[in-house]
């Protein structure tokens, strides 16, 4: 599996697009300065719980955080969740001290560990957290600046009572504002990498920028583009608002170009895709989602069985480029377009 979810807080920046992106949402976050570019999300009263992943006998995720001192502390049970079947196995939970904060692993309200060390407010700071959900030979690593900061093995990490986990969510009770979150990244340990500890990484969300080869869908109004090139702090592109694309016909093809990574230009671990599809009416479709590789190569990603007719977020999490199943380079981005065929 490696590289199975993606938050950057940059291409969903509003209530509309995270109700289809994660299963449940509550509350919101308030968008602000990003850790190293970009955008990040404030921690408000909300949860935030990603799609299912399918088991993993290991769970990691490195996400960046900034905390300030003066808008009070967290209550417990706020934090980061690996899940089984939406119960906890694992949690990590921020600690408010008076000149610093720390970081508590935690099995429900059982404390598996506490960081000695105590981490300054008001600056950013990277962490990855590795976690075997098991109730009797379970082990956890926390890691700060991709250095070991707590660890523990042989002990319950299970709160479900059964190994392994399938989700992640972020579950913050208490309204916090000004703590943020940003270049959240959550990987499993089966198959290909990244499949381990993938040290501080960033997250950057590209939006549509022009039609791609293929246009043959058909616009609401205007052209395919100008109806799904959303930017984070515009209003979303819905049927009935500000237009859609629809097609009938079994083989039809749209295909999209999207705007060049600019801050990442060395190794890529995964690229996620997000498309949003409902049916016009009551009924069903399958619809593949597709890449062009600069080579003009069009391959398969996914099938997605749509059949509600409220729009859903698809996500594909792509370790390789499926064009050859090589490791992914900017070019393959830059150069590349993602798009959706009727299928049956």
Do not use: C
Not at 118 to 145: D, I
Not at 151 to 174: E, V
Not at 220 to 246: E, K, M, Q, R, W
Not at 308 to 318: E, N, P, W
């Amino acid at each position: 599996m490696a590289g199975l979810w993606t938050e950057g807080f940059e291409t969903h920046q509003i209530a509309s697009q995270w109700d289809r992106r994660y299963v449940t949402r509550t509350g919101s976050f308030t968008i602000q300065a990003g850790r190293v570019f970009g955008s990040a999300g404030s921690i408000n009263a909300a949860v935030f719980v990603a799609p299912s992943f399918g088991l993993e006998t290991t769970l990691g995720v490195a996400f960046g955080v900034n905390l300030l001192v003066q808008t009070g502390a967290f209550t417990a049970l706020d934090g980061l969740y690996f899940e089984r079947g939406g119960v906890e196995q694992v949690h990590l939970e921020f600690v408010k001290n008076a000149g610093s904060f720390e970081i508590k692993i935690m099995r429900g309200a059982t404390q598996l560990g506490i960081t000695t060390s105590a981490f300054v407010y008001a600056a950013w700071h990277h962490f990855e957290l590795k976690v075997t959900p098991h109730p009797s030979t379970g082990s956890f690593e926390l890691r700060h600046n991709e250095v070991n900061v707590l660890s523990a093995s042989g002990i319950n990490t299970a709160g479900s009572g059964s190994s392994q986990a399938d989700g992640f969510a972020m579950r913050f009770a208490s309204t916090s504002t000004n703590n943020r979150l940003d270049d959240i990244g959550v990987w499993g340990a089966s198959g290909a990498a990244p499949n381990d500890f993938v040290g501080d990484s960033v997250v950057e969300g590209l939006s549509i920028s022009g039609a791609g080869a293929t246009t043959q869908w058909t616009p609401s109004a205007g052209s395919n583009f100008d109806n799904v090139d959303d930017t984070g702090s515009l209003t979303p592109d819905d049927a009935g608002a500000n237009g859609f694309n629809s097609s009938d016909t079994v083989a039809q093809r749209d295909l999209y170009a999207y705007g060049d990574l600019t801050q990442i230009d060395g190794t890529i671990l995964w690229v996620q895709l997000d498309t949003q599809l409902a049916m016009a009416t009551t009924g069903s479709r399958n619809v593949k989602t597709k890449y062009r590789d600069p080579d003009t190569t069009v391959v398969d990603i996914a099938t997605k069985a749509v059949t509600l007719t409220v729009y859903a977020s698809f996500a594909d999490v792509m370790s390789a480029n499926p064009n050859g199943a090589t490791a992914w380079d900017a070019t393959d981005v830059n150069g590349g377009q993602f798009g959706v065929e009727i299928a049956t």
